[in-house]
């Protein structure tokens, strides 16, 4: 696709349970990186992966966050027993090798949790 | 610690006039200046970014304005149109040694009234 794809675009879920979330890169774009935006605030950084590997994961709260990117191109956000707190959209953005380039974003994945 | 503080957290401005949006940061590591726009339900998407060897950059009714000694810059959208109605992000960056990640200020609100 032309831009950064993020399924699912909402998501509700209890408290306790699991989510997955997916980013699929542009197509090219070797680094990757997921943020949380809370209502009525600006994105925070989580992790950021070049290629396969996670580079910077200081920005994951606990140890109940992790991500993977297994083949260098779509990226999983997996939540383990999901805390109302963590009711957020999450967002990916990737861009192309080089420090200077540019973040493309997605539009999101919304996590509602009860 | 917030690195960066953005104001006003909202703004009307009547069509065809000036919005002016402040930023202001307390790590001097960081070395670029990107502003970002975002509309309900999408993700953010960069608009103008500068770096600290200029003190202005305008892009169209864009312009960004910094002042290396006071760590502030800001945002200037002249003839303010409705179309420009969305909510503004002023970020940070390393681009040495810190992975390109971006720090978010809180964003402003910016209503354009008719």
């Known amino acids: 696709g032309a831009g950064v794809s993020q399924t699912p675009s909402n998501k509700v879920t209890e408290k306790g349970k699991y989510v997955e979330l997916r980013c699929d890169p542009i197509?090219?774009?070797?680094?990757l990186y997921w943020y949380r935006q809370s209502l009525g605030q600006g994105p925070e950084f989580l992790i950021y992966f070049q290629g396969t590997g996670a580079a910077d994961d200081s920005g994951l709260p606990n140890d109940r966050f992790f991500a993977v990117r297994p083949e260098g191109s779509v990226s999983t956000l997996k939540i383990q027993r999901t805390e109302r707190g963590d009711s957020a959209v999450y967002l990916c953005?990737?861009?192309?090798?080089?420090?200077?380039?540019?973040?493309?974003f997605g539009e999101g994945s919304r996590l509602t949790v009860l | 610690q917030q690195q960066v503080k953005q104001s006003p957290q909202s703004l009307i401005v009547q069509k065809g006039g000036i919005s002016i949006i402040n930023c202001a940061y307390e790590n001097t590591a960081f070395d670029y200046f990107p502003w970002y726009q975002q509309f309900p339900g999408k993700g953010p998407a960069l608009l103008i970014a500068i770096r600290p060897d200029v003190s202005e950059k305008k892009e169209g009714r864009f312009t960004i304005s910094f002042n290396k000694s006071a760590k502030q810059f800001s945002l200037h959208i002249m003839d303010s149109q409705p179309g420009d109605s969305a909510t503004y992000f002023c970020a940070a960056r390393k681009l040495t040694g810190g992975g390109n990640k971006l720090t978010f200020g809180t964003g402003t609100q910016l209503k354009v009234e008719l």
């Open positions: 197509s090219g774009h070797t680094a």
């Open positions: 953005a990737t861009r192309l090798a080089g420090a200077t380039g540019e973040l493309f």
